[in-house]
């Protein structure tokens, strides 16, 4: 059976420190990918999707960008955080697209301080 | 413009009422999805149902249901005898046959008083 991994859970971070997180999909082979935030009380932003190594689509310009070095994993990351890069962040994978359905890692709490 | 409309931001229920969920999407695609999900507290979200276009039949699954109407491109959620464990967010997705996107709502916030 498929299973999604992220990684950290939660996470403080201090304004203008750098950001990794990590999301890794085992059961499964080129699975599309994506990263969503969804901030306090609000809906899912869909921030960056990918179809296979090294091609990531961004739906969201902005201080965050996103990785796929295998695979099977998939890496958010920014240089510098803002106060707004507050929020809950969900990685979800599917086969493919149209019928599949989209599943969700257990996200990672990010509080910038 | 939205593809998918949930009116409703916040709704409060005691236990044991019935509760819908009102879901409206908008696509030119003949062939899309359709999906309903939960998130509690925790915040991981949970798969719950999937329906196709080409598939109008209401579905059942113990205490949901699922009305799916294409006229009024209208996916409605339905939980009888709600219970304090249906607490929690829930969206509605759409994914269309062409590209890569789900298309969520906003999400419903549900919570059952005891």
């Known amino acids: 059976s498929q299973t999604i991994h992220q990684w950290p859970a939660t996470l403080v971070q201090p304004v203008g420190s750098p950001l990794s997180l990590e999301c890794t999909v085992e059961?499964?082979?080129?699975?599309?990918l994506y990263w969503y935030r969804q901030a306090a009380g609000r809906g899912l932003q869909l921030l960056f999707y990918?179809?296979?190594?090294?091609?990531i689509s961004s739906e969201v310009p902005q201080n965050l960008s996103a990785s796929r070095p295998q695979d099977r994993q998939f890496i958010l990351s920014s240089k510098k955080l803002l106060l707004s890069d507050s929020g809950f962040y969900l990685c979800?994978?599917?086969?493919?697209?149209?019928?599949?359905?989209?599943?969700f890692g257990p996200g990672t709490r990010l509080t910038v301080l | 413009a939205q593809k998918v409309t949930q009116a409703q931001t916040e709704i409060s229920v005691v236990e044991k009422e019935d509760v819908t969920l009102d879901c409206v999407y908008e696509?030119?695609?003949?062939?899309?999805?359709l999906f309903w999900y939960k998130q509690p507290p925790s915040g991981e979200l949970v798969f719950l149902i999937r329906?196709?276009?080409?598939?109008?039949q209401n579905e059942i699954s113990g205490r949901y249901s699922w009305n799916f109407q294409k006229s009024t491109s209208s996916f409605n959620f339905t939980i009888t005898a709600s219970q304090v464990v249906d607490s929690a967010v829930y969206f509605c997705?759409?994914?269309?046959?062409?590209?890569?996107?789900?298309?969520f709502g906003t999400g419903t916030s549900l919570t059952v008083i005891p």
């Open positions: 979800a994978w599917r086969t493919g697209r149209g019928a599949d359905t989209q599943y």
């Open positions: 059961g499964t082979s080129n699975p599309n």
């Open positions: 990918s179809v296979g190594i090294g091609q």
């Open positions: 696509t030119r695609d003949t062939t899309y999805y």
């Open positions: 329906r196709n276009s080409f598939d109008e």
């Open positions: 997705a759409l994914s269309e046959n062409t590209g890569n996107q789900f298309y």
